[in-house]
């Protein structure tokens, strides 16, 4: 009840003043440290609900699967998924993951989009020019570009495609020339930039008109990874091979210059020539990995920073008797972990395509923290994230 009218007016006003100055008093003090009076919560944070493992599996056997580990209670589980063969890379968008693989019958490939998290299948996509589908990038919510890798009777790669996709139907509709090898894709400015792992070239192809407007010549070996940083500069990795060392080579998509070179001092790669580098957006660092197992990877993770176009640091893999190699990196931002799939030793001492896998989980020093058993020849990681 409001006594106001009952007083004298002079009270009144004394006392509806001294309210007002008040109220003023209590909110200050929340306006200088952004509060807000009449919410009791707006933040919202980003949490990792799940770490996704793509297992390649046996060729022979057409056994590719995916192992979601979940970190909140350290337990994987392991999902046969219909409809894969084997496995090359993974993609997440909108709630689906679109798994790119290999068939044995004619070595050509298709991709399967598996929804999340149940990972059923909702589609599939075929006929790539009969050539192996390597990598895949978006470039609208209707159309997707999937680079191509043809090789010759000798199983050397010559030039090749992309392949462009209809999502709204699933089908690809029409492919464009690109260089020799090509591997990973990204969409940056209205382009897409295809690594050219034979050609060491960068393929520039308009998203507008699906035409090739140029090439860079990138002066490194084996371009194999491509991102765009939160600067939009496009960063390739390459793997080097021969007397040539890995390196991150970052490239204006708008004037197509290099701009910057960070050196890694080694062969950067796959032990089962998948994922050889990975890109956390939130921590603004790219991951690669030299981890190989014939004689080329040094068992080397390095950090570049993208903010500076830097070599942060270089990390050793933790050593363990029963794991050899490296076959795939994924950084998790919100936990500050970082994920590296194994092979396991098989009883010839070398590397076991046939068993499976281990991923293991690291600290931002290297130091071991957990791990967990993957599918045979574990070969990407990615992470799932909801917002609370």
Do not use: W
Request: a negative charge; charged letters at 20%; glycine letters at 10%.
């Amino acid at each position: 009840m409001d006594f106001a009218p009952f007083m004298p007016r002079t009270i009144s006003s004394l006392l509806r003043t001294s309210a007002r100055r008040l109220l003023l008093l209590c909110l200050l003090p929340l306006a200088l440290a952004g509060c807000d009076l009449f919410e009791e919560d707006d933040d919202e944070s980003v949490v990792t609900t799940g770490a996704v493992v793509a297992n390649s599996g046996n060729f022979s056997d057409q056994d590719g699967s995916i192992t979601v580990f979940n970190p909140q209670d350290s337990t994987a589980t392991l999902n046969d998924a219909e409809g894969i063969a084997f496995i090359n890379s993974v993609t997440l968008r909108n709630d689906q993951l679109f798994v790119v693989d290999n068939t044995q019958a004619d070595n050509s490939g298709r991709i399967t989009v598996l929804d999340l998290p149940g990972l059923n299948r909702v589609g599939q996509i075929a006929n790539f020019d009969g050539s192996p589908p390597r990598s895949l990038a978006f470039a609208s919510d209707e159309k997707a570009y999937i680079t191509n890798q043809s090789l010759n009777s000798n199983f050397q790669p010559v030039p090749s495609t992309v392949s462009i996709v209809d999502l709204t139907t699933n089908a690809p509709v029409d492919s464009v020339p690109v260089g020799s090898g090509p591997e990973g894709i990204a969409v940056a400015g209205g382009r897409a930039f295809v690594a050219n792992s034979a050609d060491g070239t960068l393929s520039v192809i308009d998203t507008e008109t699906d035409s090739v407007d140029a090439g860079v010549d990138l002066g490194c070996t084996g371009p194999n990874e491509v991102f765009v940083d939160e600067e939009n500069e496009v960063a390739v990795v390459c793997e080097g091979g021969g007397e040539a060392t890995g390196e991150v080579v970052f490239v204006d998509p708008s004037t197509l210059q290099v701009r910057d070179r960070v050196a890694l001092g080694a062969v950067v790669g796959s032990a089962n020539f998948t994922q050889s580098a990975s890109y956390s957006s939130s921590a603004e660092e790219i991951y690669a990995i030299s981890g190989g197992v014939f004689g080329s990877g040094t068992g080397e993770i390095f950090r570049i920073n993208t903010d500076g176009n830097v070599l942060d640091t270089t990390l050793q893999v933790p050593d363990d008797p029963q794991l050899t190699g490296m076959t795939a990196v994924g950084y998790d931002g919100v936990s500050e972990s970082l994920y590296v799939a194994r092979l396991p030793v098989g009883p010839d001492g070398g590397a076991s395509f046939s068993s499976r896998g281990t991923a293991v989980l690291l600290n931002r020093n290297g130091n071991r923290v957990g791990s967990f058993e993957t599918g045979i020849a574990p070969a990407h990681i990615t992470f799932l994230r909801d917002t609370r």
